[in-house]
């Protein structure tokens, strides 16, 4: 495809480029105007065709477009590109994004103030007129003075509430195609011009009211799914936000303080017992235990040691550490599984819903009638304004708000029906996915299971000698020991060896806590457990284990009986994991996966054509929680996952993914039915505006009329779910 540019005035863009694995460069672009999935598929089209371009790829959420470029190629085109097709862009800079996002959101709100303004400003000088459908006609001059003043409210109001459906039409009709805005944008300058052309003609209606209207209505869905794209651009920014913005660095054996994203390959760095791990790294001296529960799932904390690599978003639990870093922080671990997360994102938004298809063919067929209504009218013998008249009725009459209306006024209503259950919804589409979904994928800790060790089988009087040493560590395991112990007295002299346990003096006589080979005692190493022992007397064992909720197997077996199957995937040891689905109830389990390998196998699935949702807690979960068609995390769970979730729910069981599951069906119904109505609607209504039948002001009534039977069915809604 061959541009015209200008290469000596271009700028340089040497500064926001960097290099792939390809060997060619990427560009990172923040895009504006991007409001659905043709406008992806638009932009990605077009960039991806230019010459030196391998792939382009557009993030809805985020308006981040991200290009891979081959030596040869000019970024300067890229941007030109955009700018034609109505998308202008400029360089990616995170803080820019986030004002810019700021400013849409402030705007959309003004917007949606206004409109309510106008709204009901311009109908408190249209109630007199509408007086006179029941013969309480007024004068002439009264009429005429009524009609100019909801116009003097009413016009304004509209201009300025509709300027994000005007600006967004405009961009598209410019880029050679018609999105939805395009008819809401004709209708209302129709309405509003033809409003004030019969008040300058004494005529008997003006529809100021109904313009505006109209617009209050659009703008309220409109600010919903701005809200929502923010709530979904917050799970790759928690996850980043585990890495500490500030690393301790060994320079010539002393300690620097510098942000993380100047650390590079090679520098040694300092890591604190609780602190995370900043960057993937090798420890070259230190032992310690490391908590690996968010990366991996696994409860037992992981003994490290000299020549271990360590993985960023770990916890360092017992002792000092000095790694040498192996990754940078945009490299590390933490930061891939951000990108799985954002790419699954990118999948989701995807997502073409019913209404999209349907309004594919609304736009071209409801222009086609209202200029077939003017032309035919006018030749047929109508005058020029009778027979625009009409066209404007087609307009409003047909206007796709009850269509717009069909499942966003479902879901409103079974997303509060699912908050009053302890669920809250957080995605606009994740209730039509949910009604989709047959295949259910839990975690193990955390999900299925309570996700913190507890002591088992020990008896009063072993946990009351082991105790006071206990309460002197921060082991997850000591801590439970404690726990069951409960308050009281500390051991002296304690010593804790990182990796190891800790030692002191208990009632003047010297003992252990920790590993077993801390100990002396051999063991498999398969269980999570402690070991205490004096040393004049044999070790005593306890064992821990995460126990599984109470309602799982009711819940496992509530699912198969609506015909959805279910799975286990952990990163935890393969022991733990069939234990915990047995007692569930699951016969499919897989252990021992990594983030991106729980992420490939939800992926797999889809694959095969089941409908996964993914329910998990971890750090370690989020990437497949955006891979899968749905997602739930519980209200204990990281920041990060919940974000990347489309649901969470609160309270210590599973129940709610059931209720959550019903709802979702009971929703999707009363979808298809506000579908087949606003067809039906839309069948009757647009001939009947053709045919002369109805007026501007009765079509607005009419259009309002079947947003709000719409509205009705969807709050049959507020018992749905009730059997969970």
């Known amino acids: ?316 639990l017992t002792g000092l550490l000095t790694l040498q870093a192996l990754a940078r922080s945009e490299d590390s671990a933490v930061a891939a599984i951000a990108r799985l997360v954002e790419a699954g994102s990118q999948a989701r938004s995807r997502y073409v819903q019913l209404a999209d298809k349907a309004a594919a063919i609304y736009v071209p067929v409801v222009h086609t009638a209202a200029a077939a209504t003017f032309i035919l009218g006018w030749i047929l013998g109508l005058g020029p304004r009778e027979a625009l008249v009409r066209a404007v009725a087609v307009l409003i009459i047909t206007c796709p708000c009850a269509l717009g209306l069909a499942v966003p006024a479902v879901q409103i209503t079974a997303s509060g029906r699912l908050f009053r259950k302890g669920v809250l919804v957080k995605s606009g589409a994740a209730l039509e996915r949910m009604a989709e979904v047959t295949h259910v994928v839990f975690d193990k800790t955390g999900v299925l299971t309570e996700g913190r060790p507890v002591l088992m089988g020990a008896t009063a009087s072993d946990i009351a000698r082991a105790a006071p040493l206990a309460r002197t560590s921060a082991h997850p395991l000591a801590k439970a020991l404690a726990e069951a112990a409960g308050p009281g007295l500390l051991a002296d002299g304690v010593v804790e060896h990182g990796g190891q346990g800790v030692e002191g003096t208990i009632d003047g006589r010297w003992a252990r806590l920790g590993r077993a080979s801390f100990l002396g005692v051999t063991t498999t190493g398969e269980e999570t457990e402690l070991w205490f022992g004096y040393e004049d007397e044999s070790p005593i064992r306890f064992g821990f284990i995460d126990l599984v909720r109470s309602d799982a197997a009711a819940v496992v077996a509530a699912l198969t009986a609506r015909g959805i199957s279910c799975e286990v995937l952990s990163g935890d040891l393969p022991g733990p994991v069939a234990r915990a689905a047995a007692e569930a109830g699951i016969s499919h389990w897989r252990a021992g996966l990594t983030p991106s390998g729980k992420a490939e196998a939800v992926e797999a699935l889809a694959a095969s054509g089941a409908k996964v949702l993914m329910v998990g807690d971890g750090l370690n979960d989020t990437a497949a929680l955006a891979k899968a068609h749905a997602a739930m995390a519980p209200g204990t769970a990281l920041d990060a996952s919940q974000n990347a979730a489309d649901l969470v729910f609160s309270g210590n069981g599973l129940t709610a993914v059931i209720t959550s599951i019903d709802v979702a069906r009971a929703a999707r119904h009363r979808a298809l039915e506000n579908f087949g109505f606003a067809a039906l609607y839309n069948a009757v209504a647009g001939p009947a505006a053709m045919l002369g039948l109805v007026n501007p002001f009765v079509a607005a009534l009419a259009m309002s009329g079947s947003s709000l039977i719409v509205t009705l069915n969807a709050l049959r809604m507020s018992r749905a779910g009730g059997r969970a």
């Not at 116009?151 to 201009?159: E, M």
């Not at 880029?175 to 809401?184: C, E, H, K, L, S």
């Open 1 to 316: 495809m061959a541009l015209t540019y200008d290469l000596a005035s271009a700028p340089d863009f040497s500064a926001f480029l960097k290099s792939d694995e390809a060997g060619g460069f990427r560009l990172d672009l923040l895009v504006t105007g991007a409001s659905c999935a043709a406008c992806i598929s638009k932009i990605e089209g077009e960039i991806a065709a230019l010459n030196g371009v391998s792939a382009a790829r557009l993030n809805l959420s985020t308006g981040k477009l991200i290009v891979h470029l081959q030596q040869e190629a000019d970024p300067g085109f890229i941007l030109e590109t955009l700018d034609r097709i109505g998308y202008p862009a400029t360089p990616y800079d995170p803080n820019q994004a986030q004002l810019a996002r700021d400013r849409e959101g402030r705007r959309l709100a003004m917007a949606l103030g206004v409109a309510a303004f106008g709204a009901g400003n311009a109908m408190m000088f249209s109630v007199p007129l509408w007086a006179g459908l029941f013969g309480q006609e007024l004068g002439p001059a009264t009429r005429t003075m009524m009609q100019w003043l909801s116009g003097l409210i009413g016009a304004p109001c509209a201009v300025y509430a509709g300027l994000p459906f005007f600006e967004s039409a405009w961009r598209s009709l410019k880029g050679g195609r018609a999105n939805m805005d395009v008819p809401i944008s004709i209708g209302v300058i129709l309405t509003l011009a033809i409003s004030f052309v019969e008040t300058f003609l004494n005529g008997r209606d003006a529809y100021f009211d109904a313009a505006v209207s109209l617009l209050f209505l659009l703008l309220i869905g409109r600010w919903m799914d701005h809200q929502l794209r923010a709530r979904a651009r917050g799970a790759a920014a928690d996850l980043l936000a585990l890495q500490a913005p500030i690393v301790h660095v060994l320079v010539e054996g002393r300690e620097h303080s510098r942000p993380l994203s100047e650390v590079v390959v090679g520098d040694l760095i300092l890591v604190r017992p609780g602190e995370r791990i900043p960057v993937d790294g090798e420890i070259v001296e230190g032992r310690s235990d490391l908590d690996n529960a968010l990366l991996t799932g696994e409860t037992r904390p992981i003994e490290v040691r000299p020549g271990t690599v360590c993985r960023s978003g770990a916890m360092n």
